[in-house]
């Protein structure tokens, strides 16, 4: 891995601490304050977005986390929204706000590991990466128009070929910007974890269970397996295998006793893993989903967790599927009997393979377990129609 | 190159000489068989509009200017007041929402936004019109809803209509017109240099019907300034129900 090499050799000390914290920033210059502006207005639609969970004791929580990371200074910077959204993603923009996404919760799983991951996003901040890229972005467009402008008095041929070439060379030149963004967000990133009472190592571990994630996703597809040593011309960050090895190469080594807060972070995410599972397993991604279900259940599957199996398995739906959903729902309700979800998902697929009275038996069990139930009227529906026919 | 620079200049040219029907793209609807006759005296709510102004870079990129987006605001805000007040109309702010109310709200500033981009899309743009619009478009039908639910909107109990409006304007910066010229006279390129566009929208806060929607992708007035806003306002509200019907109007929006 030649490109690695300079990266990881560089990368053999742990990451410094992080800058002297300036305090409240206002901002600068006509492009900053324009951008603050526009984020401002973005951040109105935001607070009164249906996508935002506004659960306080969850919300108050991951804030917690995030002050844990960045020091109780820093993180009065940040006003954080948590966006019901499955993708593993965060993001904080120039004006301070920080939106995490449900899909980023699902993933980690430790405290240590979302430090990690909001403490790369507040590097972004603190650095105000976002100004330079714009900045940046502005210079290279500006020169690529006069670059078309000038083309197109040069012969056909030449004009177009010097034009391309200049093309392709700012394109990748932005690319390459962002990549160094990336990499100087993450030296922040784990520099306030080693400065933490949390363990610095969880920030390498993120980027291997990224590479899994995606093994597992490509091998479910069918596809190849995909490659994390190598930089694409046009990626905006660094190849996830750099990631992790400069993450573990930069997290103090005294360090890695320390407590990652595992158990806390399950505590407090136990209330949501239904609904994060529900919104993953929509995502039509076997394989991925499968990963993250068995990743939870590493210490002992938890009745959710065999529903969640159970949903994913019966979403895919081969008969063969149905049988293994019937049974891992089976396997739900020895664990907690009086959970509807399992009692449902239970008669669905005893439905579906043809044991209709079975399957009544349970639905009739889940309308018991919750009258109140959206789809009340159509499992009514089912239970009365499966003494009929056969 | 040289021969397609030709063309793209003979058609620019016929383009500019070619008397164009006023109707090339219609910009502006009225539901039918509706008519606010002027002076009648109806309350307008108007919700917070959406107003973005900055500069154009030579690149061609949005650069968003905080003093001028300001600026904007409060000059389009006291334009529309006086336009409104000339045709006889009480124009009131929408109360500050909280919680669900606030929610309500954005989501319907939401369905405004996407049900505007629709009419542009589908209804006022010739070659882009679904079938159902077109034959609505022969019949001078024009019929759009946001749905009953906007009688719970906070503030609709004390209104007759709701106005929505959106605003963006980028003015060219130094750069952009030099390239402009220099693409011009050069390689006879047409750079565009600016965006001015804006929508706005009646909305009847008992049906939801919009009752008149105005749609225009190329406007004038410097909205950093209060004449330019008020020249703005008039383009906004061009054709607003009423407006034609009282000459006294647009002698009225310039005091």
Request: proline letters at 6%; aromatic letters at 8%.
């Amino acid at each position: 891995m030649p490109v690695l090499a300079p990266v990881l050799a560089a990368a053999t000390t742990p990451a410094p601490p992080p800058p002297p914290y300036t305090g409240a920033y206002q901002p600068q210059g006509v492009d900053e304050i324009g951008l603050w502006k526009e984020m401002d207005e973005d951040e109105r639609v935001l607070a009164n977005s249906p996508v935002l969970i506004r659960d306080e004791a969850l919300n108050a929580y991951v804030r917690g986390v995030l002050c844990a990371t960045v020091g109780a200074d820093r993180c009065k910077a940040a006003r954080l929204y948590i966006l019901r959204t499955p993708l593993f993603n965060a993001n904080m923009a120039p004006n301070g706000t920080m939106r995490v996404f449900s899909g980023l919760l699902l993933r980690v799983r430790s405290e240590a590991e979302l430090g990690a991951v909001l403490g790369h996003e507040f590097g972004h901040f603190e650095q105000r990466h976002s100004l330079a890229a714009f900045k940046a972005h502005r210079a290279g467009t500006d020169v690529l128009s006069w670059g078309a402008v000038l083309a197109g008095m040069l012969p056909y041929a030449q004009g177009a070929y010097s034009l391309r070439n200049m093309q392709i060379s700012i394109y990748g030149r932005l690319s390459r910007f962002s990549r160094d963004q990336e990499r100087d967000a993450d030296l922040h990133g784990i520099g306030y974890l080693n400065g933490s009472a949390l363990r610095p190592q969880a920030a390498s571990v993120v980027w291997q269970n990224v590479m899994t994630e995606a093994e597992r996703s490509a091998a479910a597809r069918g596809q190849a397996h995909p490659r994390f040593d190598r930089i694409p011309f046009f990626a905006s960050h660094p190849a996830d295998a750099e990631r992790a090895a400069t993450m573990a190469a930069l997290a103090r080594p005294d360090a890695a006793t320390r407590d990652d807060g595992a158990a806390r972070y399950a505590a407090a995410l136990a209330p949501w893993l239904p609904l994060f599972l529900d919104d993953q397993i929509k995502l039509n991604d076997f394989g991925a989903s499968d990963y993250l279900i068995g990743m939870l259940g590493e210490h002992g599957a938890t009745a959710p967790l065999w529903v969640a199996r159970g949903d994913l398995y019966r979403a895919r739906g081969y008969p063969r599927d149905l049988v293994s959903a019937a049974e891992f729902y089976a396997n739900a309700i020895a664990l907690d009997p009086n959970l509807p979800e399992a009692q449902r998902g239970l008669g669905l697929s005893l439905f579906k393979t043809g044991r209709r009275a079975e399957g009544a038996e349970a639905l009739r069990r889940y309308l018991q377990l919750k009258p109140a139930a959206p789809d009340a009227a159509m499992i009514g529906m089912l239970v009365a129609t499966a003494g009929q026919g056969q | 190159m040289k021969k397609r620079a030709r063309l793209v200049a003979a058609a620019m040219t016929l383009a500019a000489l070619y008397p164009q029907p006023a109707a090339a793209q219609e910009h502006t609807a009225v539901k039918a068989g509706f008519a606010l006759p002027a002076n009648s005296g109806k309350t307008i709510l108007v919700f917070r509009p959406a107003v973005r102004v900055g500069a154009q870079s030579t690149g061609g990129l949005f650069e968003p200017n905080g003093d001028w987006t300001d600026r904007a605001r409060a000059n389009l805000e006291a334009a529309l007041a006086a336009r409104q007040a000339a045709l006889g109309n009480i124009v009131l702010a929408a109360p500050v929402a909280f919680g669900d109310d606030a929610r309500l709200v954005e989501e319907y500033q939401a369905l405004f936004g996407a049900l505007s981009r629709a009419v542009i899309g589908y209804q006022f743009f010739r070659g882009n019109r679904l079938p159902t619009k077109k034959r609505e478009n022969k019949a001078g039908v024009f019929d759009w809803s946001l749905g009953s639910g906007v009688s719970a909107l906070p503030g609709a109990k004390d209104a007759d209509y709701a106005l929505f409006i959106y605003d963006k304007d980028a003015y060219g910066s130094t750069g952009r017109k030099i390239l402009q010229i220099f693409a011009a006279l050069g390689p006879g390129i047409p750079v565009k240099s600016g965006e001015h566009a804006g929508y706005a929208g009646l909305v009847d806060l008992r049906s939801g019907d919009v009752v008149w929607l105005n749609a225009d992708l190329a406007m004038g007035g410097d909205v950093r300034t209060p004449e330019g806003a008020q020249k703005r306002i008039g383009q906004l509200l061009e054709d607003f129900p009423g407006s034609t019907a009282a000459p006294a109007a647009p002698a009225a929006s310039t005091k």
